[in-house]
């Protein structure tokens, strides 16, 4: 199997499709299934990667993704299975065939065989598990072993290491003799007699000095070690922080016992950036396959929470039922200011989590943000505040309404600038997930405080 992609022209590909499957090569695929033509297929899918073979069984319904996979699966790469989500994995690894499994897993390396079978049932794991060599099953297991989303689980246990005295010309001997190294690394570990990890040498600087100059003197200045039971969110972190490109792993004594490279802890933070925005939206770890009965269930406690919220702010509403009696116009306007209120609240909280979730937003500068939010609630408030009140005049004649609307924007855009910024802090300091439980607290806030001063003043100067 090529590792490219599709094998296209350039000149004919727009920036917004120029990775997305080909519609036309998928429909010769599925045609390949429907005839039964296995040489046809195996041609179509040879020109793929393995991220674009998995794109498109992710896409396809289940009948055809197991007749593909009948059909090709003398072909399949252990790499595919590494690609697909989590989602259909194992409807994947129940169809393919037992032999045709083993063999593309023995080609994974330790932590992408770990990825695989972390969320399989245990049936599936034990399956899996018993195709691969000794050494191999013992390090998936002992992986296995460690916490949940830890360093342990992302790491690989293949890693190039060196005694701190030796020089390039050895390490080079070394690799060229070797029988089992990583399929890709970046570094050459430098450890000491007792594999305490101490430096990191790039195969690059390894490749360009003289044979007779030492490791040690070619060591990168920047050397991040990982604890092993380090929570995966803060590797990616490091990466992150301070430009890594792989980081030995330690255990509780120092010892080295794997390395983790960028590419999953990129993957980390795809996954931290994908979660926390379907946690804001309080849809949950959901996939486009999932099914219409877990897609609802993932959904109905969030809509039901909104639904209490929504009652608690139509309570509020309820207590001016007169002054609306009395005045139609407040509840044509009512919907708006609760809107821009939302949406302002919306904006600062979308700001807040996300600097929460890079470390940008500390105790150290905490109440400068708060400020600087709050001071463009204000700006804005203003802003509209001006906007509704003459809208507000104009439409219903009354120049009285166009002041309470204007004030009540004032003081909604504020508290929406206060809520979302505080409440995603306040709930990181109780340990709940900022990005899970800020929105419904920020809806019900800028909703309650925005009918209830528009309303209120309404009541204090109307009547």
Do not use: C
């Not at 909604?412 to 899970?436: C, F, M, Q, R, S």
């Amino acid at each position: 199997m090529t590792t490219g992609i599709h094998n296209v022209d350039p000149d004919d590909v727009r920036d917004d499709d120029a990775y997305e499957l080909d519609r036309k090569q998928v429909a010769a695929i599925l045609y390949a299934v429907d005839v039964d033509d296995r040489a046809k297929l195996t041609e179509l899918l040879d020109h793929l990667h393995a991220a674009d073979i998995a794109d498109l069984l992710e896409q396809i319904n289940s009948f055809d993704r197991a007749r593909l996979l009948r059909l090709y699966d003398r072909e399949f790469d252990g790499d595919i299975l590494s690609e697909l989500d989590e989602s259909i994995r194992e409807e994947v690894i129940e169809v393919l065939n037992p032999a045709v499994l083993a063999e593309a897993v023995r080609d994974l390396d330790s932590d992408d065989v770990v990825d695989l079978v972390e969320d399989l049932e245990e049936p599936q794991q034990e399956a899996i598990l018993e195709v691969l060599e000794d050494a191999d099953r013992v390090a998936v297991e002992q992986a296995l072993s460690y916490p949940d989303n830890s360093a342990g689980r992302l790491m690989q246990r293949e890693v190039v290491m060196a005694p701190e005295h030796w020089n390039v010309g050895q390490v080079i001997d070394f690799m060229r003799e070797s029988d089992d190294l990583p399929e890709q690394f970046y570094h050459v570990v430098l450890v000491d007699p007792r594999l305490h990890p101490s430096a990191n040498v790039t195969l690059g600087k390894i490749m360009g000095a003289p044979r007779d100059a030492m490791l040690a003197d070619l060591a990168e200045e920047t050397f991040q070690i990982i604890p092993v039971e380090q929570d995966e969110e803060d590797v990616a972190y490091a990466f992150n922080q301070y430009h890594l490109i792989s980081a030995p792993v330690v255990d509780d004594e120092g010892r080295l016992v794997g390395a983790i490279t960028i590419d999953d802890a990129m993957a980390v933070l795809d996954d931290e950036h994908e979660e926390d925005i379907l946690r804001l939206a309080g849809v949950g770890e959901s996939n486009l396959s999932d099914s219409v009965v877990e897609t609802a269930k993932q959904r109905l406690p969030w809509l039901a929470v909104n639904l209490a919220t929504a009652i608690l702010a139509s309570l509020v509403i309820s207590i001016f039922d007169k002054t609306i009696s009395n005045f139609v116009a407040l509840a044509v306007l009512m919907p708006i200011v609760a809107s821009m209120g939302g949406n302002a609240g919306t904006q600062s909280l979308t700001v807040a989590v996300r600097a929460l979730a890079t470390r940008d937003l500390t105790g150290s500068n905490l109440w400068r943000v708060i400020r600087r939010e709050v001071m463009v609630g204000v700006a804005n408030g203003f802003i509209f505040a001006i906007v509704m009140g003459v809208i507000g005049w104009a439409w219903f004649g009354l120049p009285l309404l166009g002041l309470v609307i204007a004030a009540a924007m004032v003081v909604n855009l504020v508290v929406a600038a206060l809520a979302g910024t505080g409440i995603p802090v306040i709930l990181e300091k109780v340990g709940v997930d900022p990005a899970l439980a800020s929105g419904t607290f920020v809806t019900t806030v800028t909703d309650v405080v925005g009918f209830f001063a528009f309303l209120g003043l309404a009541a204090a100067v109307l009547i």
